[in-house]
């Protein structure tokens, strides 16, 4: 039967450092073709292109400096060119881009693709909350899973132990991704609840803004566990509130606390909201000056619950992260933190 051709849609901080993964597992199965495309937001450094560097020096040296990709790992530039013939996709993209890039590669991919989502994040329209696996749907009509987890990607480049979870619909789908990602290093869990995940995914950043905060009034560990665990608490009510079917089990998996645990210590988000307290710059300014082409993608997803909960009268539901919204946001004092709880 026909090798599964497996592509690779973004290529940041985690995409990097997930196509070290894919790259290595695809050749130790004959299920899958061993080149791998990854497409590559093509920008220049330097006088030369990043594509070219990555084909080349086989290393993302904006993203993921330090460590090699595998060979079979190929950047491409154009949306088009890299995902042709496609049968999985795997998406790893900042969740603003996602919807755009999907109508460009609708034409191009294979009628029994499926994908799977390692995006943190969830976009919202005029009736709630949607996913980003809900997004990708209804523009490529595929089937998806989701994998998060407590994953910062350098870490996991660096090969240091953790664990990852795959929300799955199709237990089939489930295990055909466990095989591009597992690893001894990298230990894949299953959970049936795709929804759980991402939004596990997508909140956690909200609460690490406030962890941040709470660093930056150095408030001690006491404290960032009760903002820590209170946050868990809104996330689980909001799962309740607009996904009826998410388990309370999924919330134990790596992809609920341990994920939150891990980014409010060791996070982007956490080190932006510290910074936005400590220096008074504008959340653009310092994603420009600490991330180096990174992005942020707490800050709009507290935007984004804040109004969605206000439009459903629901703000009293969720005052922890009313608060941080407020405070990233409005200019409420960051000491409210503790004191609107
Ligand atoms: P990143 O933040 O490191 O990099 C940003 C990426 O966006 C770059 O590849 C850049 O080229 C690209 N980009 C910039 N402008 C663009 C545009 N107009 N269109 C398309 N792409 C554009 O990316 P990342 O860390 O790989 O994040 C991708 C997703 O993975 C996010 O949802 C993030 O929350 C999630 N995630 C990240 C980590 C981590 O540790 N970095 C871990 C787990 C999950
Ligand atoms: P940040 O985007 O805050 O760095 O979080 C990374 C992450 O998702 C770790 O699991």
């Given at each position: 039967s026909q090798q599964e051709r497996v592509v690779i849609i973004g290529s940041g901080n985690w995409g990097s450092a997930a196509s070290r993964l894919i790259g290595k597992n695809v050749t130790k199965s004959s299920r899958f073709e061993d080149r791998v495309n990854m497409w590559v937001y093509e920008e220049v450094l330097n006088g030369q292109k990043l594509t070219e560097i990555i084909n080349t020096q086989h290393e993302n040296v904006k993203y993921l400096p330090g460590y090699k990709l595998p060979k079979n790992i190929v950047?491409?530039?154009d949306i088009v060119e890299a995902v042709k013939g496609a049968t999985v996709l795997v998406f790893v993209v900042p969740h603003q881009f996602i919807r755009n890039l999907c109508k460009q590669m609708k034409s191009a991919i294979s009628s029994h693709c499926r994908g799977i989502s390692l995006i943190k994040g969830?976009?919202?329209n005029e009736s709630g909350p949607l996913l980003i696996t809900?997004?990708?749907k209804s523009e490529l009509n595929i089937p998806m899973c989701a994998l998060s987890g407590a994953n910062i990607a350098n870490e996991i480049a660096a090969e240091k132990f953790c664990e990852t979870t795959i929300g799955y619909e199709n237990l089939e789908d489930g295990k055909l991704m466990k095989e591009l990602f597992h690893d001894d290093m990298f230990r894949v869990?299953?959970?049936k609840d795709v929804a759980g995940v991402q939004v596990c995914g997508a909140l956690k950043n909200v609460i690490a803004l406030g962890a941040g905060f709470c660093d930056a009034?150095?408030?001690g560990n006491n404290t960032k566990s009760a903002l820590m665990r209170i946050g868990l608490i809104e996330m689980q009510r909001f799962a309740k509130k607009y996904y009826s079917n998410v388990k309370v089990e999924t919330f134990m998996e790596s992809c609920g606390v341990a994920d939150l645990i891990t980014t409010c210590y060791g996070g982007r988000n956490r080190k932006c909201a510290e910074a936005f307290i400590r220096t008074k710059k504008s959340w653009n300014v310092l994603e420009e000056e600490l991330l180096n082409g990174?992005?942020?993608q707490g800050t709009t997803t507290?935007?984004?619950v804040y109004l969605t909960l206000k439009k459903d009268n629901a703000l009293e539901e969720f005052p922890h992260m009313v608060t941080i919204y407020r405070i990233a946001f409005e200019g409420l004092p960051v000491?409210?933190?503790?004191l609107d709880i």
């Open positions: 950047a491409v530039p969830i976009d919202f809900d997004i990708i869990g299953f959970v009034l150095e408030m990174q992005k942020l507290a935007k984004d000491e409210r933190i503790v």
